[in-house]
């Protein structure tokens, strides 16, 4: 099943890389922490939407900041992984922010619903805080 996985990925031109069967497997156990701990920033106020995700696109050379990310993936879903991860791994490092569940119950899911850490809901995004 393995190798018919990987042959049908390349088949469309797709590059795999091999991870265990763990909570998160590779990407999302490191890029929705670093999503969290960005929010945990905005919550203690050491940054604002802007200064976090710029700091990140400049200093990192990430395509777009962490707080946009999110947005595009979408609160829910960024909040989802979280839960997984600090309930799979029981490690408090995985805890997710308070700001990102109030913004999850509040309906703030992000660009699928209109505002997130940016509100979209004129031409340009503009950041909510």
Do not use: Q
Not at 48 to 66: C, E, F, Q, R, W
Not at 88 to 117: I, N
């Amino acid at each position: 099943t393995y190798e018919t996985a990987v042959a049908f990925a390349e088949s469309l031109g797709k590059t795999t890389t091999e991870s265990e069967d763990f909570p998160a497997f590779i990407v999302n156990r490191i890029l929705v922490p670093m999503m969290n701990e960005a929010i945990y920033v905005l919550y203690e106020g050491v940054g604002n939407v802007t200064s976090i995700d710029k700091a990140l696109k400049l200093g990192a050379n990430h395509p777009m900041g962490p707080l946009e990310l999110a947005d595009f993936m979408g609160l829910d879903v960024v909040l989802a992984i979280m839960n997984v991860l600090y309930d799979g791994l029981a490690d408090s490092k995985y805890r997710p922010c308070p700001l990102l569940v109030k913004y999850v119950e509040a309906g703030w899911l992000g660009k699928k619903s209109g505002r997130g850490f940016y509100d979209y809901s004129g031409v340009t995004p503009v950041p909510t805080r």
